[in-house]
């Protein structure tokens, strides 16, 4: 999230080195590498070679909401499996899913959590 604001923040300018975006957020530069390109690989960033090389988002940062940043990076949003819409998996505990009420809770909470990440963007990041 840090570098795609830094990106953000940077659009129109041209593109940004690796370095200095790691300097400037304090993400470690190898880390950082990696990141970016799985991000350029998501269609969110785009990069110039050179001298004057680096990355640059080609997607408005509008255009890029969090849940798809959270998703690829950190997986499931749902805190447990028997909630989940991506990676759903029957709790081996549960005797009935549909009058469990911890599920119901943690089904709320994912819920609430994906909306709110779902209109979040990185433009939003930027604004506030």
Do not use: W
């Amino acid at each position: 999230m840090l570098a795609l604001t830094r990106l953000a923040k940077e659009v129109g300018n041209g593109s940004i080195l690796i370095s200095d975006i790691a300097k400037s957020e304090s993400i470690p530069q190898r880390y950082l590498e990696a990141i970016l390109l799985d991000l350029k690989k998501l269609g969110m960033l785009g990069s110039k070679l050179g001298k004057t090389g680096g990355y640059f988002l080609i997607r408005k940062p509008e255009e890029i909401n969090l849940s798809e940043v959270v998703r690829h990076f950190e997986g499931p949003i749902a805190l447990v499996p028997c909630v989940s819409e991506k990676a759903y998996q029957p709790c081996e505990f549960c005797k009935d899913e549909a009058s469990c009420n911890m599920r119901k809770v943690f089904k709320d909470i994912r819920d609430y959590t994906y909306n709110k990440l779902q209109e979040t963007t990185i433009l939003d990041l930027i604004s506030h």
